[in-house]
């Protein structure tokens, strides 16, 4: 799709007339570097008619012609009476000479004719116009480059500015920030000192307290094996003994019996394994217990006696 540049004109109307300036020509054209760069993208007629009253709001583009006065009316003058032998009494006597040939009293009113220019004159006031309109021509692209150019670096001035203090807002925000992790450097420096002289102190404690657990076992070294703590607790008759075994072994049925019955609710096994074991555990378990009470009554009768 092929695209061409914009051109803007003004017109005046009947009673305005035309002011050039550095964007407006004598035929009312209009320069600017915005109409010079247009492109399709980023270009559109809104930001043209901003433009163009920003410019004409500093220097308008037209003003009002003057209106000439209007003309009076010249007097008229009535004809003297001629005599005959003097045609030209009406003149005071005072004149210098006679009147112009074909110039009267009778057409005193009428304007004379005027001389009209040559056509050399013409050409060359035509080439002088055209001269003049080149020169123009050329200021107004020159004043319009000027103010591109302008408006160029007026631009990369902003965008350097800008950038500029955004860098220095980040560096101000980095300065903040080592600032306070400095303060927060210098607290946990000093909790590591108070750290360091509680482990010093805990270390003389512990070193202490070896020390004690050290002496305690060289001093029980020479303790022999019968000072253990499963023979500490050894049944001294053997039915003492018996009575213990059988309830240790009374327990272990009761914790088997437990584990089948999590097995049967977590579905590890199944109802009839479940019972078969059971009936097995609960038939050696009276047993056990049938036992337990026939001990437990022949430890009471050696207690009596």
């Not at 860098?167 to 992790?181: K, P, S």
Request: aromatic content about 8%.
């Amino acid at each position: 799709k092929q695209w061409y540049q914009r051109r803007v004109a003004i017109t005046a109307g009947r009673d305005m007339q035309i002011k050039p300036s550095k964007i407006v020509d004598n035929n009312g054209r209009v320069y600017l570097p915005y109409l010079h760069e247009w492109k399709p993208r980023g270009y559109d007629l809104i930001s043209l008619v901003n433009i163009l009253c920003m410019e004409f709001s500093s220097s308008p583009p037209l003003f009002a012609r003057t209106q000439a006065a209007p003309a009076r009316p010249k007097p008229t003058y009535n004809q003297p009476q001629s005599y005959p032998g003097n045609q030209y009494q009406g003149y005071a006597a005072n004149t210098a000479g006679p009147p112009t040939i074909g110039w009267n009293l009778a057409n005193q009113g009428a304007r004379p004719p005027q001389q009209q220019p040559q056509p050399a004159q013409q050409q060359a006031s035509g080439f002088g116009k055209a001269t003049l309109a080149r020169e123009d021509t050329q200021i107004i692209i020159k004043n319009s480059i000027i103010s591109k150019i302008e408006h160029d670096l007026k631009q990369r001035y902003t965008v350097f500015v800008s950038r500029y203090e955004a860098e220095m807002n980040a560096l101000r925000q980095q300065e903040q920030e080592l600032l306070a992790g400095e303060e927060q450097l210098r607290e946990i420096l000093e909790k590591i000192d108070l750290e360091k002289i509680k482990i010093k102190e805990t270390i003389e404690l512990f070193k202490t307290k070896d020390g004690e657990l050290r002496e305690f076992l060289s001093q029980h070294e020479r303790a022999s094996e019968e000072d253990m703590v499963d023979k500490q607790i050894e049944p001294k008759t053997a039915l003492f003994k018996q009575y213990l075994n059988l309830y240790a072994e009374e327990s272990a049925l009761d914790d088997a019996i437990y584990y089948l019955a999590e097995a049967l609710r977590n579905d590890v096994i199944d109802v009839q394994l479940f019972l078969k074991n059971v009936r097995a555990l609960a038939r050696k378990k009276f047993m056990v217990r049938a036992l337990m009470n026939k001990v437990k009554d022949q430890t009471d009768k050696c207690e009596i006696k």
